[in-house]
């Protein structure tokens, strides 16, 4: 994120852009010159996750409470200190950084890959240098902290950005995260998050002041210096040449400095004692070889101007790709827009503002083993209720053919190299008495739209026959079962004990605090049964009867994944194991038919629970024995 090695040589060649502050003795002083002022520091979460999230388990994942109880220590030690703090989260990936997300989720399958690897290798899981942060854990950390009365964001924009202004506009204590690009906006001070004690409430400091001394720069020139050095705009092999350049006339180069740090020190010293010299009179293309790569560039420069802001380097600023998704929206009721996106800002929902303002949405990596042939990738299981979901919002914005708009897919899964979006085809619901518009399922206050609701939600899963057993539950079994059945429905591969893992896992944990949870009680074997008798019944009727399977080998080797016999292929077979070989296509739960639609041309958080973990409870004798 951000410049590349900039942090690296802000730590190893420029020390005194580096300042070791007290944020508690920071609030105290602000309060006094800002005299009525709640002192804020404006958290970047995406950058906090790997600070919040320690469990040693880290591959199963899914401590909640025990993750719960570290954003609250966490907010706990700002409040004491009278600081307030607000947090963003990145809402949407913009256009012009699609191809660097490509390129790091396509990387970060490679970091999964080995993670299972070394499983399968070892029998256990690697350390925390191989850490990679949890499916959903993004969407889940947003949701608790607002459970914990803390304002969070979800930005419409690039998440630095929106940070940056917010820093800059209320005068801020300062911006905690741990991205290089805080160093390039003029904004308030910039707080490391990797450096943060939290019992002292001591970090670092990053200042652009002495970062600027050091290179000969003014605050203004370091939009400038990203850009040429490579950033998340500027792919870093655009100007690779320039640099080169830059660094073979540069005089002063150390040799015990790596080349990273006198590429850094080459192009300051040309910014400098060069460009300067014809600053205000040249256009940027008539100083520097961007050719056909103007406009690329131009554009990356003025990113990092915050509201009121200009560059001495710009001229004439480019006109930038506009976060206001309303000029081309999908959806025509501006009211239901307009509430969508209040809902995405407030963190509220995820996607939906996505999928009404420009029908484009992605789904970034999770924990899959690629080589696994019994469960296909989460992006392909939950695909038929994503298209319903997407007819269901867009229901009002068919054409005149009475087909829905078709929906932009970016979901990593194995054998999807990202090249370009999935294009999916929305899928209608099935509901007696026809689907209820978006405008009563969201603004109607009759009492019986909260049935319409349910049904429409039951219908998602094709669940509509199922509603009365599933109504006397409470919601978050009503949640657990529709999501068990559809899960059961599409992936043949899971068995009876898989089933009682899920259930037994949900009941024990419900409602007890991480105290508690050492010393489970018998006290819900009835409802075990109730639930897994109401799941069975409702699979039998789709034509899927659960079956027990015995387990053997719990980790596949590479070289054994490719070498199964034709029998074992046979007898093990997934009923749709082509969705998961072939990416086009997809099917619903039975007897329900789906088909996903897609351009001939072309070639998530949707989370599947990991099945490992799960293994505890393998039997209804070893659940008894648990609660005993």
């Given at each position: ?217 003014n605050v203004t020139d370091l939009p400038l210096l990203a850009c040429l050095l490579g950033n998340d705009t500027v792919p870093e092999g655009m100007l ?79 006109s930038l790709e506009t976060s206001d998704k309303e000029e081309a929206t999908m959806c025509s009721d501006s009211e239901i827009l307009q509430i969508a ?175 508690q949870l050492s010393g489970l009680q018998k006290c819900w074997l009835t409802e075990f049964q109730k639930l897994k008798s109401l799941i069975c019944k ?91």
């Open positions: 994120m951000g410049v590349r090695g900039l942090h690296g040589f802000v730590g190893n060649a420029c020390p005194e852009a580096c300042t070791v502050v007290n944020l508690k003795e920071m609030a105290e002083k602000y309060q006094i010159h800002q005299a009525g002022s709640t002192p804020v520091i404006v958290v970047d979460a995406m950058c906090c996750l790997r600070h919040w999230y320690t469990p040693e388990s880290w591959v199963c994942g899914g401590q909640w409470l025990e993750y719960l109880s570290v954003l609250q220590d966490f907010i706990k030690a700002f409040t004491t200190a009278g600081i307030k703090l607000v947090f963003f989260f990145d809402g949407v990936v913009e256009q012009k950084k699609r191809c660097e997300w490509v390129k790091r989720r396509l990387r970060n399958n490679k970091e999964i890959s080995t993670i299972f690897q070394f499983i399968k290798t070892h029998r256990r899981q690697p350390g925390r240098e191989m850490f990679f942060i949890p499916s959903g854990l993004a969407t889940f950390t947003r949701f608790a902290l607002k459970s914990l009365g803390q304002e969070t964001v979800c930005s419409l924009q690039e998440a630095d950005y929106e940070v940056a202004s917010y820093g800059l506009q209320n005068n801020c204590l300062g911006i905690l995260g741990e991205d290089t690009d805080y160093l390039i906006y003029n904004t308030c001070p910039y707080f490391s998050i990797n450096k943060l004690c939290l019992n002292s409430l001591v970090t670092v400091m990053f200042s652009r002041e002495n970062l600027c001394q050091r290179l000969g720069l690779e040449n320039f640099r080169q350049k830059c660094l073979s006339g540069y005089s002063s180069a150390k040799q015990n400095n790596d080349r990273r740090t006198n590429t850094i020190l080459a192009v300051a010293n040309y910014i400098s004692r060069v460009l300067r010299l014809q600053q205000g009179m040249k256009d940027l293309e008539e100083m520097l070889p961007l050719r056909q790569n103007k406009t690329v560039f131009y554009r990356g420069v003025a990113s990092y101007l915050l509201p009121g802001q200009q560059s001495p380097w710009l001229l004439q600023i480019p996106k209040e809902q995405h800002v407030q963190a509220e929902n995820y996607l939906v503002y996505n999928i009404l303002s420009n029908g484009e949405i992605e789904c970034s990596n999770t924990l899959e083993d690629e080589l696994d042939p019994e469960l296909p990738g989460q992006a392909l299981i939950f695909r038929p209720i994503r298209q319903h979901i997407y007819s269901l919002l867009l229901e009002d914005s068919k054409d005149a053919c009475s087909s829905c708009p078709i929906i932009k897919e970016w979901f990593v899964y194995f054998g999807n190299q990202l090249k370009q979006p999935e294009l999916v085809q929305p899928i209608k619901l099935d509901i007696p008495g026809g689907t209820p518009s978006l405008r009563t399922l969201w603004l109607s206050k009759e009492a019986e739209v909260q049935a319409q609701r349910f049904n429409t939600f039951l219908a998602c899963f094709h669940l509509w026959n199922e509603r009365e057993e599933l109504q006397v539950l409470e919601n978050s079994l009503k949640a657990l079962c529709c999501l068990l059945i559809y899960l059961l429905c599409q992936v043949d591969t899971l068995s009876l004990e898989d089933l009682n893992a899920f259930i037994a896992q949900t009941l024990c944990l419900q409602g007890k605090s991480a105290a409702a699979c039998m009727k789709s034509n899927r009867a659960l079956q027990s399977r015995q387990r053997g080998n719990e980790f596949i080797k590479e070289s054994e994944s490719r070498r199964w016999d034709s029998n074992f292929q046979r007898s093990h077979q997934p009923r749709f194991s082509s969705l998961y070989h072939n990416p086009n296509q997809c099917r619903g739960p039975r007897p329900y038919s789906t088909r996903f639609e897609t351009d001939p041309s072309d070639g998530p958080d949707d989370t599947v629970m990991l099945l490992s973990w799960s293994r505890l409870f393998t039997d209804e004798e070893n659940i008894l024995k648990l609660e005993n």
